[in-house]
């Protein structure tokens, strides 16, 4: 299904904006005041300084640090608890190697998908006591597990450290650290769950500074961990995130970790490959494939691995579950569909449950046809007695706040406001789905929901050249909320049109300019396009180099296309 979208061009900048920024190009200016990045702010995002702000400004983290320092001194055993996802895994490795440098008896904890579920579960917490364990850190995932660390709470000790949004009551616990909690002052609210653990291990670093020296620990060895799973969760790559995403981009293309090398190996990539676009598609998927499809150990084990020809076996195994990971994403993306026009295509919410779902996998599926319908959409993996959700959402609808209303009829949820997840009792499913497609309803209603498109500047497709893209990538690294810099180029004549891929579900065009230069442009997953692009188009793409046969070309990454006025 293709979406017209909204185009939104940015209105040219003004002689006051050029003015203000006399050393840098028009363009660089432009993206700049697109960004709402202020003048004497420019500088500094472009070149992306410093490691942010001071961790003791998180609320909770003096107290998380005073309890770890304790626990470390008096030799308890102590659990690190994360998340199955990438985010969660690379929090995990993190702090693990951070309190074992100094001096700590710890341990991981990662829960299996299936088995256990998304948070904190109590049948952890009890084989992590059998074993020893009085503290348990969480990363990633534990603040809204507040039943479960109440009954664990007089055998054991808790610091959460979360970056999800938290619930009506906070968990009981030693110390809460998540900068979205109530009465935070830190400045920077869109951490990820790295950046919060990477914070804690900040904090730490400072207070056992001998310790640190002696382990040869520092924060700056921390930041490969930090970028990849900052991307991975598609968390804003802006203020402190863009800094800290950009300084561990350097050590991933520099020296990256054994199990890092094998994984960038694996996924096709060479030291000085790795941008955010290569964790996003083809490293952060690698990583998380380990927990949709088997255990996120898996991913633990190779980022910790040390080992050549282990490291070389992990990642090779993390790259047939990705493989085997898109073969399903496929194939449950077509059969939640075909449920969906089965049912309520026309709902504001889309709902689809089915029993074969494979719950590793729903979220990608809620993912895809949230793009591909622009409405929010949930996947749930149906079973006898319990059923675990996936949503994906939209700019216009915060799923966390609506599943937040549903409350009642949860086990437990948790999330964003593009993306969650929930279990809940498989009898309460048919009235979850009617009460969350009502709530979609009452804020949707009325609205344009169509999928919007923003537009940096326009320029003729001739003048586009290796110097622009040179521009272009000092907004590097790009993600969320600071997204690649989109070109529009109006008239432009096609020459050519020739589906690719498997299917044919992707386009490849030849385009030409006015200096009568043809252009390689590709357009995703959209092959069903193929007889209807006119002879001359207006398109809006991202600039890309591609590499072929030892030769290096500009092309362009199609996001959309119209007709073009004659």
Not at 175 to 180: E, F, G, I, L
Not at 280 to 308: E, I, K, V, W
Not at 527 to 552: F, K, P, Q
């Amino acid at each position: 299904m293709i979406l017209s979208k909204r185009w939104n061009l940015a209105p040219p900048v003004g002689r006051q904006e050029l003015e203000a920024l006399p050393d840098q190009p028009p363009l660089i200016v432009q993206l700049l005041h697109n960004r709402h990045v202020p003048t004497e702010a420019a500088r500094e995002f472009l070149e992306g300084r410093g490691l942010g702000h001071d961790p003791l400004a998180l609320k909770g983290l003096e107290q998380a640090v005073g309890r770890l320092r304790e626990a470390i001194e008096q030799g308890e055993h102590v659990a690190v608890y994360g998340d199955f996802d990438a985010d969660g895994v690379v929090s995990t490795v993190l702090l693990v190697e951070v309190l074992g440098a100094l001096g700590a008896h710890v341990e991981p904890y990662i829960p299996h998908r299936v088995d256990e579920g998304y948070g904190v579960n109590l049948d952890a917490l009890r084989a992590l006591y059998r074993r020893g364990v009085r503290l348990v850190v969480t990363v990633d995932c534990g603040i809204r597990s507040v039943e479960e660390l109440g009954r664990a709470g007089p055998h054991m000790s808790f610091v959460v450290t979360d970056h999800h949004l938290p619930g009506a009551e906070p968990p009981p616990a030693a110390a809460v650290v998540n900068p979205k909690q109530p009465g935070c002052p830190y400045p920077f609210k869109d951490l990820a769950g790295v950046g919060v653990a990477f914070k804690l291990a900040q904090g730490l670093l400072q207070a056992m500074p001998e310790r640190a020296e002696k382990a040869g620990m520092a924060a700056e060895l921390l930041l490969d961990l930090v970028a990849l799973g900052t991307v991975a969760d598609m968390a804003p790559l802006v203020g402190e995130n863009r800094t800290l995403v950009r300084r561990g981009l350097e050590a991933l293309n520099t020296a990256p970790r054994p199990g890092l090398d094998a994984l960038m190996a694996d996924a096709g990539l060479r030291r000085g490959q790795v941008d955010a676009t290569a964790i996003g598609f083809r490293l952060g998927p690698r990583l998380n494939a380990a927990g949709r499809l088997d255990s996120a150990m898996l991913a633990y084990s190779l980022l910790t691995g040390r080992d050549p020809l282990e490291t070389r076996e992990g990642a090779t195994r993390l790259g047939e579950l990705n493989r085997r990971r898109q073969l399903l994403t496929e194939q449950t993306y077509a059969e939640a569909d075909a449920l969906i026009l089965a049912g309520e295509p026309g709902a504001y919410l889309l709902f689809a449950a089915g029993p074969a779902f494979n719950p590793g996998i729903v979220g990608l599926a809620a993912g895809r046809l949230a793009e591909a319908y622009y409405r929010p959409t949930v996947v749930v993996e149906q079973g006898e007695e319990e059923s675990r959700g996936s949503c994906r959402s939209i700019d216009e609808f915060h799923i966390t706040q609506a599943l937040d209303r549903c409350q009642d009829l949860l086990i437990r949820h948790g999330g964003h406001a593009a993306a969650a997840g929930f279990t809940v009792a498989t009898r309460n499913l048919d009235e979850l789905r009617a009460r969350l497609q009502e709530i979609a309803a009452e804020q949707l209603a009325g609205r344009d929901l169509r999928p919007e498109l923003d537009i940096d500047a326009e320029m003729p497709l001739e003048e586009v050249n290796w110097a622009t893209l040179a521009f272009l990538q000092q907004m590097e690294p790009c993600g969320e909320d600071n997204t690649q810099p989109i070109l529009l180029s109006r008239n432009v004549p096609v020459t050519d049109v020739r589906p690719i891929g498997a299917d044919g579900k992707h386009l490849r065009l030849t385009l030409r300019d006015g200096k009568r230069v043809s252009w390689d442009a590709l357009l995703w997953r959209q092959g069903e396009r193929a007889e209807s692009i006119a002879a001359r188009i207006d398109v809006a793409y991202t600039l890309e180099a591609h590499d072929w046969n030892g030769s290096r070309r500009l092309q362009l990454n199609v996001q959309d296309l119209r007709e073009a006025d004659r």
